[in-house]
Structure formats: C-alpha cells, structure tokens
C-alpha cells in the first residue's frame, strides 16, 4: 500500500485551476434551463402548498433550490486521469460554483420577467400570473432577479464547497439536510407511526402538522444528523488507528469473534422482525399504502428473475400479473361470468400456478428465440394482447369484458378473512409470499440453472457455446417470473374484491422494470429497496405514494431517474456486491508476487510483468 | 481407423464469399494440429463450423464417425468438442471460479426443484462442481487460484482472460479441444509458459488439440501437423519444418515475388 502512495506522488502535476468561461456558461445555462422546465411543468406552484420546513422553506422552492447546489457540486467535480495526480481544490473551484449558480439563478429572474412581459400561456399552461408570484415572492421583477440570483450564488457556492471539503466533512454538511428532507416527506408515515406508538409528545415537536417540520424540529434533526455523522467518521478513524498500531480496541474483540456471516445474519433477521412488528403500530393509509409496496415488491422479485438474472428484457411482464389476477377472479368468485366452481383461494392458487406456467410457456416459447431489441418489442405486444384479450367483447362471456369480474372473496384462513378492508393483513400476506420469492430466487440464483441465466445474460451465444441449452434456460425463467407475478395478481385480486382490464396496463411494466434497474439489476435487497422506496414515495401507476401531490410528476420523476442511473450509475442504487468491489489492490499485490517468483525461478532480469487490467 | 474429428469436402458460402473450399480435414485421437493461415483465410469459420456456430453449404462434419451437422452448439459441446474465443468472450461479471463452474452445465443436472429444496443431491453436485471447478483453475498455476475464484473475471489482466477462457473450455470435459489463437497478445514470457502448458493439456489431460495460432514459435514447438489454409483451402500440411518450407504457403504468407507477379499480367 504503501508502494502505491510513492507512486502517486511521483506522478505528473495536474494542470493548476483555470477559469474557462465556455465550461462556466454551458453548466450554468444547463442549471437555468433545469430550473425554467422545472417551473414550466408547472410543479413547483402545484407543490407549493405544503412546506418542507415552516413557514421557511416550501416544497415548492425546494424543487428549485436543489439545482444550483447540484450544478455547483458538478463545476466543482474533476475527472481524475490516469497517471496524472488528483488536483488539490480549492477556492477557484468555489468561484467556479458560484459563477455556474449565479447564472443559473439570474436565468430563473428573466424567466419571472420574461413570464410579466409575455403571454405565451397558450402552448405553455403553466406560463400563468401565480407562477410569477411564486418567482417574484410578490414583489415585483427586480426583486425576482436580485433574489434568484443572490440565492443561485450562494447555493453554486454551497455545492461547489461541498465538493472541496474532505469526505467526511461532506457527509456532515449533508446528512443533516438529507435528514430534514426525509423526515418532512415521510410525515405522514412518522407521525402514524410516532402516534400508534403513544409518542406523540415527538410528532409535535417535530412535525407542524401537515405544515412539515417546525423550525425547531428541524434544528434538532440538523443537530442529530450531523452528530451521527461526525460519530461515524471518528469511530472509523479511532479503528483504522488502532489497526494500523496493532492496539485493541476494548470490544473490538467481542465483534471480531462474531463472524461477518453471523453478523449479516443478525442484521437480516433484524430486518425481517422490523418489516413484521413496525406495520403494527401504524394507521389504515399507511397499511393500504404498504400492502400496494408489497404487491410491487414481489411482483419486482419475478421482474428480477426475467431481467436481472437471465438478461431477458420483458416488457410484457405485466400479462402474468393479469394471468394470475384473472385466474383467481375466476376461480373463486361467485359473480364469474360463465360457470366455474368458486373455489377457496389458496385452492385456486395451485391452478393460478399452473396456469400462469402455461401462459409463460406459451407466450414464452415463440419470444425466447429472439435476442436484444426484438425480444423486446415482441414481449410489449404479447403484454398487450392479454390485456386487450380480457378487455375484449369475444372473451366477455368468460372474463366480464370491461366490465370485469366483481364480488372476489378474499383469502380464508381458518376462521378469519383477509380481504382488502384490512390491508394490514394483506400486507403480511404478500409478505409471506415475498419471502418464498425471496428464497426461491436466493436458491435458484446459486445453482446450476442460476448460473446458465448468468451466463446467457452475459452472453447468449458463448452460454450456448458453452454447452447450456439457451432455449430451455430462459424458458425456465420465464415461468419463473411468470408464476412470482401470479401470485402477486392473486392477492391483488382478492385485496381489491374486483378485477378490471384497466389495472392491468403497460405502464406496471414500465414502472417496474424501472423499480428494478433502479434498485439493482439481479440483486434481489436492490430490488426490494427499490420497489419500496420508489411505490411508497412517488406510487404506483395508479396508487399514490407518500408524496401524493407529487402524482402528477410522478412518471416525469420516473422517466428521469431512469435516464439518469442508465447513465450515471448502470449498476443501480444497490449493486450487486461482485460488481462493485475494489480491487485494485489485490491486483497490485499478486503481481509484486509473481514477479518475484519468475525472478526468483529464473534469475532472468529481463521478466516483464503483467499489466493487470484495471476495473471498468 | 477413425478419426476423432473428420471434415469432408465442406463449403461454406457467404453470399458471394467463398469461405470455406472442398475443405478436406482430420484429427486423430491424442494429436495436437495447428491450423495457420494469413488473415481471412477461414481459420475461425472453421472452427464455427465444427462448433454449429456456422451452417456449411455442403459436406460433412464427422465426430467419432458420426454426422454433427445440424446440432446445436451446445449439444455439440456436450458431445465433447469445447472451444476458445479468438477474442476472449468470457461472462465477465460472472466471478472466475463461476465461470468454470457455469461450463460444466451439460455434464451435470440438477433441475430448479432440487436447488429449491437444497437436496442432498444437489448439494452434493455443487460441491462436486466447485471441486472441478477449481482442480480446472489450478491447472494454471498460482494465476487463477486463491483469493481469484472470487474476483468478477472483468478484472483480470489480459493474459489471464486467456487462461480462463481456456479453463472454462477445460470445464466442459471435452474429448476435443479447439483453441481460437490462445497465445494472442501475450508478452514473450507469457506465450512460452502458455506453450508448455497446451502440451501438458494432452499429457495429462488427454485433449486432443485443434489450434489456431499466428506466432510461428508456439506452432513449432506444440504441433504435430500443421495445415495450412489460405482462401478456404488447404494449401498445404505436414510438420512444422515441412510446411514452412514450402512455396505455396510462402507465397500465401509474403505474396509472389515481382517478376511472378508479371509474368502474371
């Protein structure tokens, strides 16, 4: 290690901080033009009714605010070279942010002045006398621009120095805001919780009710954030300490002998009791809200199966939910349309498998012969085609047509009835069956059909080289996802009592295929973080999440975030651990060895060692 | 006798590409073959051939005496021909030692049921496959071995991409091992430690070896025969010292002299 310090430094000087104005223009313009959609679209006056903070900071600024800190932290960013040393920032950097900021901000003003002096409301609706108002703090054009501009410079400041500060003074200048932000969106989740719990006492401290955080509450989450973050990062250098001085720490023992299998086990099971005890101490929305996460969650499970561990994009996904919804609806209500036995639901479940086995099979054998794009675009049609096929008049005998098929009882167990009118209940019964999920995908990933799906996801035509029936191998994937997805239209089909074609559009699958991209392709604590965070903040396709006036910006904030980690971050928020692993060192130091041994073996001065490759 | 592996009279047409000419080859049980030729020449079409990548126009692929055409890649593959990539294709965010593991697919079989119930059976073949797996991967020495079996492959260095496609070919147990220029792109030091090993392949592995390969050095010192193909035909076989003496493949690797070339015109 240390070997690789001398290098570094020995290492050509970085070109010292200059000012390009060109770079300064283009990111500030960038950061304007953010801002200008952002208030075109119409959101922040839309979400300007609830505060972030108390009569300080509104949601609806919020939406605007963040932008020049996110500019000013990117003009702030370097791209570091290869076998060039890591330039020291400093103050340039923090001019550079506030330059990009400041000419953000100004463009925001002419957006207010442009907005007094024009009337273009025709194409653009949002273009309207209260969006002014909102720009201007209603008082007037000069003070839009002197305001926006003041705040675009401080804030490009603020992002830019964010970028200067050594990591951990960066995390405690941002925990403490990433804190407030959480806490305030999350009100409605907290303050159930914080009631159900008799802490109430808490809620009002922090909470204005429905008014966000109070000033005061605020202060206190800065204080805890910034406490904890500072706690982390000296707990960390006090270990790497005494590691390095061979000291023991007090402790330290106790933890090494709990081995790190042991460990994530404890955490695991930590996890899981928490999933199972916290929904106990909340209110009804909160329940209906996480029994629609909970249908996601699963639901991103099969998804993962299909596309994170097999490769194959399906864009039809949505079909076997229908399937397994339809199935169910079928089966067990006394209203089905043509005569069926109305059988209890876990008994239907079993058709509902096998049935959703067959769709897959049958849908699948044709699709899985295609590759990339194709198999694509095919599975979006055959995911329409289920879904116009029991929306259709032909089918209406059988499956009610548009009118669908009412009165589906809801799940028997023993004396009592899980139905949608409590959605407690059904939220542990769709986790009960995200733990099947969680285990049959966990099983199936560590064997020998996981790894074919691997290995054709990696490359089909090596896999198929490699002797593994590539036909078979994602045949078997997707009955997989499709009979996962089945049960979850199962239980969707008995929380709602009803079952209607509309539930049942193309956008489930966009959405959680983005669910899944987003949280982490093929890991399956990504997807389900994933899933959670993005149905029970922003919603579903039609369930609302915790930010509910959001609903309407909801597929623009998917859209974007779906853009932005393909290119930021393919791996998603949670990657796969093999994936991000450093491993730079370990390289370094096996070849140190290797050419030690060829010298060693040898005694030819003229061993070339290896180059070892870098990670992508 | 019969041969391991018999091509006979094999075309193959690329719209107005002739790619392969009444191509005429054998291997016998044991033997390792090197088949050179100047760029373009067929060489990796081939082995796409053999290997059910590519469909021949006409003629026959015979392994162990038996037809091979129309069979898939991969049920030739568990047939016993395994293969390298001349441009090294291995799963790279799949860890080294699963990439062996992953090639050893058509030699075993529990399905998805035993891996959901964690049979007795299943585990047993997992270990089994593990074990082989690394035995494969030790085969190269301290190079893919240790704290390896769990890198992602993307981070190995060049040479050792190699190594591990060759391994992963190894995991298939293969009778016939068709290697795609194993050596390209190695440092001197590297290719001879390469070289020795494609002999121990046959010594202790019992692979019969068809070779593609551009560095002369390498030929020399591992083939039995050496065929030369230039333009989809044969232009020429025999040992190493017979066919570098020859005119036609001289020719073919330097062009005609110049007073050739206009008694040409």
């Known amino acids: 290690m240390s070997e690789l310090m001398n290098d570094s430094s020995s290492l050509p000087a970085p070109p010292p901080w200059s000012f390009d104005p060109r770079r300064l223009g283009r990111l500030g313009g960038l950061a304007g033009l953010t801002m200008a959609f952002i208030c075109l679209i119409g959101m922040p006056v839309k979400i300007d009714t609830v505060p972030l903070i108390e009569r300080v900071l509104s949601r609806g600024y919020t939406s605007l605010v963040w932008v020049p800190v996110v500019f000013g932290f990117i003009v702030a960013s370097q791209v570091v070279l290869e076998g060039m040393q890591a330039r020291k920032r400093g103050l340039g950097d923090i001019i550079d942010g506030t330059v990009v900021g400041g000419i953000g901000g100004f463009l925001v003003g002419l957006l207010a002045w442009l907005i007094n002096n024009y009337d273009i409301r025709d194409p653009l609706i949002n273009w309207s006398p209260a969006l002014y108002d909102f720009l201007s703090f209603s008082k007037g054009t000069g003070f839009a621009f002197f305001i926006w501009t003041a705040l675009g410079l401080g804030l490009g400041a603020v992002g830019a120095g964010l970028q200067v500060l050594p990591t951990a003074y960066r995390r405690i200048a941002t925990w403490p805001a990433i804190a407030i932000v959480s806490v305030s969106v999350l009100e409605a989740a907290f303050s159930d919780l914080l009631e159900n719990l008799k802490l109430e006492f808490v809620a009002d401290a922090i909470y204005a009710k429905q008014r966000g955080v109070t000033v005061k509450g605020a202060i206190i989450l800065a204080v805890l954030a910034a406490i904890v973050a500072f706690g982390r990062d000296r707990v960390k250098t006090v270990v790497a300490s005494a590691n390095a001085n061979g000291t023991v720490l007090p402790g330290a023992a106790l933890l090494n002998n709990v081995a790190a299998s042991t460990r994530k086990k404890i955490s695991t099971t930590l996890g899981v009791v928490a999933i199972f005890v916290v929904p106990l101490f909340l209110g009804r929305i909160m329940h209906e809200l996480l029994a629609n996460v909970g249908l996601f969650i699963l639901l991103a499970l099969g998804l993962n199966v299909v596309v994170g561990l097999a490769g194959i994009l399906d864009l039809g996904y949505v079909a076997f939910f229908a399937v397994g919804g339809y199935t169910t609806a079928v089966l067990t209500s006394p209203f089905a349309p043509w005569w069926t036995p109305e059988l209890p639901w876990f008994v239907s479940l079993i058709f509902v498998m096998i049935v959703a086995a067959l769709v897959g099979l049958i849908i699948g054998a044709p699709v899985i012969r295609m590759r990339g794009d194709y198999l694509a675009i095919v599975t979006l049609g055959f995911g329409e085609i289920i879904r116009l096929l029991f929306l259709s008049d032909w089918l209406s005998p059988y499956f009610g047509g548009a009118q669908g098929i009412t009165n589906i009882p809801g799940v028997e167990i023993g004396v009592t009835t899980i139905k949608g009118t409590d959605p407690r209940a059904v939220f542990y019964l769709v986790m009960v069956f995200c733990i099947v999920a969680i285990y049959a995908s966990w099983r199936l990933e560590n064997s020998r059909l996981g790894r074919a799906w691997m290995a054709i996801r990696e490359d089909e035509s090596v896999a198929e080289a490699m002797g593994i029936n590539t036909v078979n191998a994602k045949l078997a994937a997707f009955v997989t996802g499709a009979v996962l997805a089945s049960f979850s239209g199962a239980i969707f089909a008995a929380k709602a009592g009803s079952i209607f074609p509309g539930s049942f559009k193309i956008l489930v699958s966009v959405i959680l295929l983005v669910v899944v991209i987003v949280g982490g392709m093929g890991r399956i604590a990504g997807v389900m973080v994933g899933a959670a965070v993005l149905i ?79 990670p992508a | 006798m019969s041969h391991v592996l018999e091509i006979k009279d094999l075309n193959v047409v690329f719209g107005g590409l002739h790619a392969m000419k009444d191509l005429n080859f054998h291997v016998d049980e044991g033997e390792i073959v090197s088949v050179i030729g100047p760029n373009g020449a067929g060489k990796t079409t081939f082995f796409n051939t053999i290997t059910g990548l590519v469909k021949p126009t006409s003629g026959d692929v015979l392994y162990e005496g038996h037809s091979i055409l129309g069979l898939d890649p991969n049920q030739v593959t568990a047939l016993g021909i395994a293969r ?182």
């Open chain 1, 536 to 614: 029970g903040v922003l919603g579903g396709p039609s369930q609302p999440g915790l930010l509910q006036e959001f609903g309407e910006y909801k597929l623009l904030v998917y859209g974007v975030l779906l853009v932005l980690m393909m290119l930021k971050r393919p791996e998603g928020l949670l990657p796969n651990v093999r994936r991000s692993r450093e491993l730079h060192g370990d390289e370094l130091t096996q070849d140190v060895w290797i050419k030690a041994q060829i010298e060693m073996d040898e005694e030819d001065n003229s061993a070339t060692t290896e180059g070892e490759v870098a």
């Open chain 2, 84 to 265: 390298t990539f001349q441009n090294v294709r291995l799963f790279a965010n799949m860890t080294v030692v699963e990439n062996v593991m992953v090639a050893q697919h058509c030699r075993t079989k529990q399905g998805a049921l035993s891996a959901l119930l964690n049979t007795k059976a299943f585990k047993q073949e997992e270990r089994e496959i593990r074990e082989y797996g690394e035995k494969v991967l030790g085969f190269f020495g301290s190079r893919l071995v240790g704290y390896r079996f769990d890198q992602p492959a993307f981070v190995l260095s060049y040479a050792n991409r190699r190594r591990l496609e060759i391994a992963r070919a190894m995991a298939t147990k293969p009778k016939l091992l068709l290697l795609d220029e194993p050596v390209a792109g190695m440092n001197p030091k590297e290719s001879a430690e390469l070289t020795a090993l494609i002999g121990r392949l046959r010594s202790e592995w019992g692979f019969t070896i068809v070779m593609i390969e551009h560095d002369m050095s390498v030929v020399r010192d591992v083939s039995d025969r050496v065929v030369v193909l230039d333009h989809g035909e044969t232009i020429a076989q025999g040992d190493f010292d017979e066919v570098s003496n020859d005119p036609g493949v001289i020719e073919a690797y330097l062009g005609r002299p110049l007073e050739n070339a206009e008694d040409k015109t």
